[in-house]
């Protein structure tokens, strides 16, 4: 099936760094998410993209959605404690069930220790 | 406003058991879907209704089936439980079938034994 490349998989922070991950696929998505899961909770929708090329901030974070359409980053400026957690992308790709999301298999920050 | 809501947070069942997760949002949103949540494997959708009296199948649907009982809630059957079900369990909504911002409940966490 459909599959989303994430990356890094696990990464560690120190306070006041800025964090970049992101997200491939093989094929074309008309639609990014970016999710945050805290742990016992679940995902909460932190950016949305829908339009290729399209740069969306929310607070300290900015997402893209990459002009090939087949790729997606987010980055985390100074980041803070509280950022810690699972980041996850998802995407829409053109032919699939409306409104059906493929999800990546996360990007775990944790603090330096 | 509680969002989405899903009952029980936690269970453990033996091999063969059945048992009903419940999921209801009051954000009077037309879509909803359930997913699964595997270590390492991101969320994988097992059903979705894209509308009050329509069901289909996700990524993942065998051992499972659904019922959209209204539009507020949309509960997922497990017929007879079997270790590979073990699981953190997600029930989502969105506003319509078209939209791809899908806001999630807090989880069920289940164990097979």
């Known amino acids: 099936g459909q599959q989303l490349n994430q990356s890094p998989q696990s990464m560690f922070i120190q306070e006041g760094e800025d964090v970049s991950m992101n997200c491939t696929s093989s094929s074309i998505f008309n639609t990014w998410l970016w999710y945050k899961q805290d742990p016992g909770e679940g995902p909460v929708l932190l950016i949305a993209?829908?339009?290729?090329?399209e740069l969306t901030s929310n607070g300290r974070l900015t997402a893209q959605f990459g002009i090939t359409r087949k790729d997606s980053f987010l980055n985390i400026s100074a980041s803070i404690p509280s950022d810690v957690g699972i980041y996850f992308c998802?995407?829409?790709?053109?032919?699939?069930?409306?409104?059906?999301?493929?999800f990546g298999k996360g990007t775990k920050l944790s603090v330096k220790p | 406003n509680a969002g989405v809501t899903q009952t029980p947070k936690f269970q453990v069942l033996k091999t063969g058991q059945s048992m009903t997760l419940q999921c209801a949002q009051d954000?009077?949103?037309?879509?909803m879907y359930w997913y699964r949540q595997d270590p390492g494997m991101g969320l994988r959708l097992i059903y979705y209704s894209a509308s009050e009296g329509t069901t289909d199948k996700g990524e993942v649907p065998n051992g499972y089936n659904v019922s959209r009982l209204n539009k507020r809630e949309f509960s997922l059957r497990l017929e007879s439980a079997a270790p590979s079900q073990t699981s953190v369990y997600f029930c989502?909504?969105?506003?319509?079938?078209?939209?791809?911002?899908?806001?999630f409940g807090p989880g069920t966490r289940l164990t097979v034994t």
């Open positions: 993209l829908y339009k290729a090329g």
């Open positions: 989502a909504s969105s506003s319509r079938a078209g939209s791809f911002e899908q806001y």
């Open positions: 954000m009077n949103h037309n879509s």
């Open positions: 998802a995407g829409q790709n053109y032919g699939g069930s409306q409104g059906n999301l493929i």
